[in-house]
């Protein structure tokens, strides 16, 4: 079974900074891209960052600047570093997984089909 598990949201005042974490765990033969997308009341899901298998990065144009991806592949773990948030960055912060997966021998590549739960970012004025 794959899982992707986040954490790192909480409650900040606008010009702080938080650092999200997305891990992967389970039968996964290979990581191939690790996205951010949020989503705020109201609002469709946008995307916010992706970083590939080869550490190539791409931002929304709304966080660029201020948002940093980054991977640590030993722990199959990507981080996202929000700085200098603002209000309008309050939404949920959920990890998509585009990933190999080994399903009894056979492998699979599934871009959309693995989420974390989850993590609130609430940004105060």
């Known amino acids: 079974q794959v899982q992707l598990v986040e954490s790192g949201g909480g409650l900040v005042r606008a010009g702080g900074s938080l650092r999200l974490s997305c891990t992967a765990s389970?039968?996964?033969?290979?990581?191939?891209?690790i996205s951010w997308y949020r989503q705020a009341p109201g609002k469709q899901r946008e995307l916010v960052a992706v970083?590939?298998?080869?550490?190539?990065?791409n931002y929304a144009d709304s966080v660029k600047g201020r948002f940093t991806i980054s991977r640590d592949n030993a722990k199959n773990t990507v981080y996202l570093q929000m700085n200098s948030l603002k209000p309008e960055d309050t939404a949920t912060y959920y990890c998509?997984?585009?990933?190999?997966?080994?399903?009894?021998?056979?492998?699979?590549?599934?871009?959309?089909?693995?989420w974390g739960q989850g993590t609130q970012v609430t940004v105060s004025s």
């Open positions: 970083i590939s298998s080869g550490g190539g990065t």
């Open positions: 389970g039968t996964i033969s290979s990581i191939n891209a």
């Open positions: 998509n997984g585009d990933l190999t997966v080994n399903d009894g021998g056979i492998y699979y590549r599934r871009r959309y089909d693995y």
